[in-house]
């Protein structure tokens, strides 16, 4: 294929992630290029992801800032600039390429960029040893997550559904009354 989505951390092609459950939870690294099936091609990772949807670092692309400016962008940043690539260009982020970067099942995206950011809380579960339906958990701080690919579904009855998501910094509060810019009524589905 001549385009790529974004990648996953490093971690997980070769199963080091750490972790109290191993493989959960990433690591922030995916600036490395990482040859999965190992044919001697590496097909996975940040300069890949560049080489194969841009042909190279695009300097359209590297130039927005915060790319230009940090070392370690996050997938979150590339997603940001590609959106503002796509207002540019009337909505084409990738040129002459198999797929264009702009929405696959409708014929416009919605225009505010947060549609693929979700709050969540963040529950310590080392002092907070839940599972199931649970109540009165403490809440330690609410995150912002972007969602980094679709939502897998194994086919399962009842399904499994796996979302691959990317923590991008804090959504404000600790749990308490009053803080953060939500109402505090959270409900988890399964």
């Known amino acids: 294929p001549n385009t790529i989505a974004l990648p996953r951390d490093n971690c997980f092609h070769d199963d080091s992630c ?13 600036s490395g290029s990482v040859d999965t099936d190992a044919d001697g091609t590496p097909d ?3 300069s890949v992801y560049l080489s194969t949807n841009y042909n190279s670092a695009p300097s359209a692309l590297t130039s927005i ?15 940001l600039a590609e959106i503002g690539i796509g207002a540019a260009n009337n909505g084409a982020i990738l040129q002459n390429r198999a797929e264009t970067g702009g ?7 919605y225009p505010d960029p947060e549609r693929r950011v979700l709050i969540a809380a963040g529950v310590n579960c080392t002092a907070n040893p839940i599972n199931g339906s649970a109540t009165g958990v403490p809440v330690q701080e ?6 980094t690919e679709p939502v897998g579904d194994d086919s399962a009855s009842p399904p499994t559904l796996d979302m691959w ?6 959504a404000g ?3 308490k009354s009053g803080s953060g810019v939500f109402h505090e009524v959270v409900q ?3």
């Open 173 to 175: 509060g600790n749990g």
């Open 165 to 170: 998501v990317e923590v991008i910094g804090t």
């Open 44 to 46: 996975t990772g940040r």
């Open 65 to 79: 800032p915060p790319l230009a400016t940090t070392g370690n962008p996050t997938r979150y940043d590339y997603y």
């Open 142 to 147: 609410y995150v912002k997550m972007f969602i």
């Open 103 to 109: 929405p696959q099942c409708a014929p416009n995206a």
């Open 18 to 30: 750490g972790g109290a459950v191993p493989n959960r939870y990433g690591d922030g690294d995916w």
């Open 188 to 190: 988890l589905y399964r």
